[in-house]
């Protein structure tokens, strides 16, 4: 099984809201990782999970709230998001080998609108 | 701050046309990975170099990595409308575990 599920793909949410963004890998992949893409923009590096720890937080606004409840899994908490945070949420997945990240495995996405 | 470039930016050829983009880092990368995105779909890993001077293929795909382990290139010989896609390129810059990603080239074909 080499693929990467997100779930929702669509979420709309109001500034007031908290939602949660799912991702699930069965590749015994034990480095996780949340990017943000906007439209015709490169994928945005946000966090990073290494054995189930955050490793990096590339200064992300607290109103994004990583979790890595186990190696499979990795959700991403939302609370009192603002409209430019609309944006394609990927998760991807990837082995961690010799303290570099090798090739990445990104889910299909979830697409975010905040009004 | 630590930046990878990619030119062009955008590429519209005539089907059977070659296609190439191009990828630097104005510092030494620990590798170099590339990526395709089809239109309203996500990143597909396609290869990774390692090696100064590297060359790699796939089918009609040929990647470079250059020997100062700046640059890199992903040349698409005879397009195909199957090809058409935002090619990105991602570096490991040196020591950091991290990828950065370039602004990425979108490939559209004339079928």
């Known amino acids: 099984d080499t693929e990467v599920t997100q779930t929702p793909k669509h979420l709309v949410m109001g500034m007031t809201n908290k939602k949660s963004l799912k991702c699930e890998q069965h590749?015994?992949?034990?480095?996780m990782y949340w990017y943000k893409q906007k439209a015709k923009k490169p994928p945005e590096l946000m966090f990073v999970?290494?054995?189930?720890?955050?490793?990096i937080n590339e200064s992300v606004p607290s109103r994004f709230s990583p979790e890595c409840p186990n190696s499979s899994l990795l959700n991403l908490h939302l609370h009192a998001l603002q409209p430019e945070d609309s944006a394609l949420y990927l998760c991807?997945?990837?082995?961690?080998?010799?303290?570099?990240?090798?090739?990445?495995?990104f889910g299909p996405g979830t697409r975010l609108t905040v009004l | 701050g630590q930046q990878v470039m990619q030119i062009p930016q955008y590429q519209h050829v005539q089907e059977g046309e070659d296609f190439t983009t191009y990828c630097n880092s104005s510092?030494?990368?620990?590798?170099i990975q590339w990526y395709k995105q089809r239109p309203g779909g996500h990143p597909v890993f396609l290869i990774q170099?390692?090696?100064?001077?590297e060359v790699k293929k796939q089918k009609r795909l040929t990647f470079q990595f250059g020997e100062a382990k700046k640059n890199s290139s992903l040349h698409i010989t005879a397009t195909q409308t199957t090809d058409v896609g935002t090619y990105f390129c991602?570096?490991?810059?040196?020591?950091?575990?991290?990828?950065?990603f370039g602004q990425g080239t979108r490939l559209t074909i004339n079928p």
């Open positions: 999970y290494s054995y189930e720890k955050l490793s």
């Open positions: 590749m015994g992949h034990r480095a």
């Open positions: 991807a997945s990837s082995r961690v080998w010799a303290g570099a990240y090798n090739e990445q495995f």
């Open positions: 991602a570096g490991n810059l040196g020591g950091a575990q991290k990828l950065v």
């Open positions: 510092t030494t990368l620990s590798n």
């Open positions: 170099l390692v090696k100064s001077g």
